[in-house]
Nanobody, 127 residues
Framework: QVQVVESGGGLVHPGGSLRLSCVAS????????MAWFRRAPGKEREVVAT????????EYADFVRGRFDISRDNSKNTVYLEMNSLKPEDTAQYYC????????????????????WGQGTQVTVSS
């Protein structure tokens, strides 16, 4: 049984920070790249960041580069998204996803390359 669960979302003021966590179970966690996506109201889902199975390679969307940091702790089957200098336009539902195949990581990447998804956690940036 594959399960992906996000947590850590909430309401934050512009310029603030949040850390999202994602726990994935049911498959060998250290064989799969992971990614964070987000979807804002009225907009298409977009990739935020991705990280290789070891954590040695990361990629970021231009709109978060320098502000967000993706990391993982394979001993805890957990991937994180540290979000800093948050802006109102970062407001979205954030989803954690696991690649459908092991030892693969592409950039650019898209949602079709992931087959295990969390339910999402809401991030709202507002004054």
């Amino acid at each position: 049984q594959v399960q992906v669960v996000e947590s850590g979302g909430g309401l934050v003021h512009p310029g603030g920070s949040l850390r999202l966590s994602c726990v994935a179970s049911g498959r060998p966690f250290n064989r799969y790249a992971m990614a964070w996506f987000r979807r804002a109201p009225g907009k298409e889902r977009e990739v935020v960041a991705t990280i290789s199975w070891t954590g040695g390679r990361t990629e970021y969307a231009d709109f978060v580069r320098g502000r967000f940091d993706i990391s993982r702790d394979n001993s805890k089957n957990t991937v994180y998204l540290e979000m800093n200098s948050l802006k109102p336009e970062d407001t979205a539902q954030y989803y954690c996803a696991q690649r459908s195949t092991i030892y693969t990581m592409n950039w650019p990447t898209n949602s079709a390359e992931y087959d295990a998804w969390g339910q999402g956690t809401q991030v709202t940036v507002s004054s």
